[in-house]
């Protein structure tokens, strides 16, 4: 699958910028991470089930990206930035789940 498939882009070593509203990006970064769920208005935890292929992803308009596989990133990262549609990048930090730090808004308006 190439770049212009995908509902994302990769930049620099840890930036994820969604690209695609009509596609829900559910990032997966380690088993014992909770999943997190880019929509067009932010970023937040996925509650529900992850689907479990590509196939169910797609019928939900949702596209699973599992940051450390090699087409992404190649290794589980503990600090994530991602630009999202609604014009905000966000600041993910893995190790501070279960916190308020976990998932804030790192830059307004990064366009």
Request: charged fraction near 30%; charge should be neutral; avoid cysteine.
């Amino acid at each position: 699958m190439n770049s212009y498939d995908k509902a994302f882009l990769v930049s620099g070593r840890n930036t994820l910028i969604h690209k695609n509203k009509k596609l829900d990006l559910i990032v997966i970064n380690d088993d014992n991470d909770p999943p997190l769920i880019i929509t067009r208005h932010g970023v937040k935890m996925f509650q529900d089930a992850v689907p479990t292929n590509k196939v169910e992803a797609k019928e939900r308009y949702m596209e699973i990206v599992d940051i450390s596989s090699t087409d992404v990133f190649g290794e589980t990262k503990t600090l994530l930035f991602v630009q999202a549609l609604n014009n905000k990048e966000y600041k993910v930090d893995y190790s501070k789940k279960g916190t308020d730090l976990f998932i804030r808004i790192h830059q307004d308006n990064y366009i």
